[in-house]
Nanobody, 126 residues
Framework: QVHLVESGGGLVQAGGSLRLSCAASGRTFSAYAMGWFRQAPGKEREFVATISWNGGRTAYADSVKGRFTISRDNAKNTVYLQMNSLKPEDTAVYYC???????????????????WGQGTQVTVSS
């Protein structure tokens, strides 16, 4: 497993932007796909975005497509989530996750990820 630490959450008004970061340590970061998930109060954790091990492939939930961008810097062992045009319904705890196996496409399936960060709170006010 890998140790993941998220940062960058906070309170923002609707229409604003935030950039989340997730720093990884403990194994070869560049070999594993990474993902972002979120969980709102009273709801199940849901997929937000995922990126392949080399950054060449990405996928997004329909609810964030066109507003959020996932990226990674393998030299810094960090994955990012740029969130623009934020809406109140984006309010949640955001978690980054690392794929269980190297050099594969996990397709955003939660069971494919075996390492999770502690989460960072994002609150969007209307």
């Amino acid at each position: 497993q890998v140790h993941l630490v998220e940062s960058g959450g906070g309170l923002v008004q609707a229409g604003g932007s935030l950039r989340l970061s997730c720093a990884a340590s403990g194994r070869t970061f560049s070999a594993y796909a990474m993902g972002w998930f979120r969980q709102a109060p009273g709801k199940e954790r849901e997929f937000v975005a995922t990126i392949s091990w080399n950054g060449g492939r990405t996928a997004y939930a329909d609810s964030v497509k066109g507003r959020f961008t996932i990226s990674r810097d393998n030299a810094k062992n960090t994955v990012y989530l740029q969130m623009n045009s934020l809406k109140p319904e984006d309010t949640a705890v955001y978690y980054c996750a690392a794929d269980r196996d190297p050099y594969r496409w996990p397709m955003g399936v939660p069971q494919s990820y075996d390492s999770w960060g502690q989460g960072t709170q994002v609150t969007v006010s209307s």
